[in-house]
């Protein structure tokens, strides 16, 4: 059988055994006219009242958007929520926070991929920074002990807005939402409390699991605490299309917006496998391998322990080089050694989280990586190999596991999270 997954720009094809079970998203057709629906999520919101009765003149407003890493389209939300705003609020008195979180800045180039020239011609667009502490506000402790710093900008502005789109996320349940405050304003040290070995280590902190989740639990009430006049989050389908969108009051929006995104990403298989491919999405989100431990992370939901995962990222922006990532990942001897120096630390440090995840799966399975950009000696320096065959990786993997070895394809990637059925919580 052929099958066709993501990577890059381009894709990749496949010539893979018969009877491999594809898991993909439940296909839903791209909105007919994705501006009106947006429209819509902001004058018909879920809770709360229209975006327009929330806002008054002479106002400032700070607006906060996914980074490059994140297939958000900025380019239809942001103007659809300047349109409402327009005879109400003044252009100048308008910011569009990029909530990076702990990632790079997002450089004139890719800030204009995103947003497109006139959105960034005609409104101020600022990286967020999480190390810079002269642009954070304290706003209090809340949570399980969560010492919160946010961004200044985004504290006195007088209306606040987030904007991102909703898939499942590896520990945090789902992405959009009260994320886009916390972690994506955040200060760096507000950061690593959320991501500190117990939360990332507990076994609620996972795929499609917000409450009870303590990641998810301390993501919402920062949010809640400390103020949202208005979200606004979509779902897209494998295209990276908008198939929905959802405004109004941050939670109540955030959990429609989940349900509807658990249906489509989330899928149930009869039980594990030997070998699982997947894939880190394709551009923009496997730009690099710290990136990709989410492709990892789906397989392993539902890779048998001593199985193979094959993960295809073209990592073409590398580890990165940024971030300790890269050096914290190849300072430990072996994935059980990581996992051992990460537990026993008195204090998180950056990037902790996704080594945390990746060794927790390289210790239970064997993981194979085929990238474009990161070198077999790269990759063999984080306990990863690699290949240029991914078909024959495969097959001499299924050989090894014996006449009755089951093989799974994420094409999308985290695009599409499997579960053992019964499994979800």
């Not at 990332?200 to 009430?221: E, L, S, Y």
């Not at 969108?245 to 249906?263: N, R, V, W, Y």
Request: hydrophobic share 40%; net charge negative; with cysteine.
């Amino acid at each position: 059988m052929q099958t066709r997954v993501a990577y890059g720009e381009s894709g990749l094809w496949l010539e893979l055994p018969d009877g491999a079970t594809v898991v993909t998203p439940s296909h839903r057709q791209a909105a007919a006219d994705p501006r009106e629906t947006l429209r819509a999520a902001l004058r018909r919101p879920v809770a709360g009242p229209p975006l327009r009765e929330r806002v008054s003149r002479g106002q400032t407003v700070a607006i906060s958007a996914c980074d490059i890493t994140r297939p958000q389209p900025r380019e239809l939300m942001i103007p659809a929520i300047l349109d409402e705003l327009d005879g109400i609020v003044d252009l100048d008195d308008v910011v569009v926070l990029v909530a990076t979180g702990t990632h790079r800045a997002n450089t004139e180039a890719e800030l204009r991929a995103m947003f497109g020239d006139e959105v960034v011609d005609s409104v101020r667009i600022v990286n967020h920074d999480s190390r810079a502490k002269d642009t954070m506000v304290w706003r209090g402790t809340f949570g399980r002990d969560v010492p919160v710093w946010l961004n200044r900008e985004w504290c006195e502005a007088d209306v606040r807005i987030t904007t991102g789109f909703v898939e499942p996320h590896f520990f945090a349940g789902f992405s959009g939402g009260p994320k886009l405050v916390a972690p994506g304003l955040a200060a760096l040290e507000t950061v690593l409390v959320l991501h500190d070995a117990a939360r990332i280590g507990d076994p609620r902190a996972t795929w499609g699991i917000t409450h009870g989740n303590p990641v998810h639990d301390d993501v919402r009430t920062i949010a809640e605490a400390t103020g949202v006049t208005f979200a606004l989050d979509v779902v897209l389908n494998a295209d990276q299309a908008i198939v929905e969108a959802f405004g109004g009051d941050i939670l109540p929006m955030h959990e429609a917006a989940t349900a509807f995104a658990q249906d489509v990403a989330m899928q149930p298989v009869d039980d594990r496998f030997d070998v699982v491919i997947t894939t880190g999405s394709g551009y923009p989100l496997d730009q690099n391998l710290y990136q990709s431990v989410k492709g990892m992370s789906a397989a392993y939901k539902v890779v048998r322990k001593g199985g193979m995962i094959v993960c295809a990222a073209e990592c073409r922006d590398g580890f990165p080089d940024h971030g300790s990532y890269r050096t914290s990942l190849t300072s430990g001897a072996s994935p059980e050694e990581m996992l051992a120096e990460i537990a026993g630390r008195d204090h998180t440090v950056p990037d902790q989280w996704q080594i945390q995840i990746q060794a927790r799966i390289q210790a239970d399975s064997r993981v194979v990586m085929h990238t474009s950009y990161l070198s077999d000696a790269d990759l063999a320096a984080a306990h990863l190999e690699q290949t240029d065959d991914i078909p024959g990786t495969v097959e001499k993997a299924l050989r090894e596991a014996g006449s009755s070895a089951r093989l799974c394809v994420l094409p999308e990637g985290p695009q599409t999270v499997p579960y053992v059925a019964g499994e979800l919580a």
